[in-house]
């Protein structure tokens, strides 16, 4: 996506140790419109699948998520939380992410009661890096028997492992944006020409 | 708002220790549509303030926020985020905020960059019970010089003392449904009537 490609050049900012910082409209700022013109592009992406419910993991994914399900013609969105106890009810579906950023693992769950057999899943996120976020919602999906469609991204970091081992799995994977290289020195960002 | 409450009475669940799940639409699952008709209501109700930028706190107000700022001509969503350290830099402005339902005190905190003393800003949240939560949205704003125009509440606990703190030190406040008293033995929920 063009104008992502664009804005990422004009205000993300390369940090040491492989961040980008894109504060300014999607991780901490939220450029609204810009969000819905995302969620018009995921549509298009993903027009030929049949989904009732689009799948997310909180904090930043809930935004995207819920301005992408106004195109899918106002489909719920499910947001996944990082649990903060260990103590996992049974009434949840529970998976584990090893988080790179923060160096932890987290614990992620859905309750049962907003997943199941008969959903037909978009899975929405911001980043994706190793891509365990991801093959943890695809997990949770799994563990409640339904379907993944397919899994939407807005910046991938191509020259890391994650979307290689979800596309090779088989999963209609379309990110708006994939890095091929970016330079924290220079602040230059290299985009994959798709 | 009416039909907020007739959604509550159906779908929410009482529980022990003063707690109300509404999980089925908006702190889990997400009903898009009808986020949508609370943005749109806010917009009526804080119609006669020139407001430029909604301020919410991570996770469940962003979805909230980011429906109703299309409302107002789309402006764009700043949310306050948990700091996960203690480690508070320069280029933030930063509050404490006790939690009641997690028993802990947050360090809760916005980027300078994204908070200025132009600023005229609606905070939207989910929930208003004690008020530390928007008592912190507001100390934040007041760090940055800006204004703090109104304040818009999806479920006020009405028997907590935060709406009645906030309303006398001037602010506008409103919230969607006011719960006067809720019972977690029969699950009846009495809201007021305003």
Known sequence: MKALE??????GIVKKGN?????SFLNHQI?????????????????EHKINKILTI????????????RHFGDVPVVFAKKSKTSNISDDLYHTRVDSYTHQK????????????????????????????????????VKQAGGTVEGIGIVIE?????????????????????????????CGQITFRQV
Do not use: P, W
């Open 6 to 11: 664009e804005k990422i050049k004009k205000e």
């Open 19 to 23: 961040v980008l910082k894109v504060d």
């Open 31 to 47: 450029d609204v419109s810009f969000l819905d013109k995302m969620g018009d592009e995921f549509q298009r992406l993903f027009q």
């Open 58 to 69: 909180e904090a930043s994914g809930i935004g995207i998520a819920v301005m992408t399900a």
């Open 105 to 140: 693992t987290n614990d992620v769950v859905v309750s049962k009661q907003y997943l199941n057999k008969n959903d037909h899943i978009l899975i929405i996120d911001d980043f994706l890096a190793n891509g365990c976020a991801i093959l943890g919602l695809i997990d949770l």
């Open 157 to 185: 970091k191509g020259y890391q492992a994650g979307g290689r081992k979800i596309r090779e799995a088989g999963y209609h994977l379309e990110s708006l944006a994939i890095i091929d290289s970016m330079d924290d020195e």
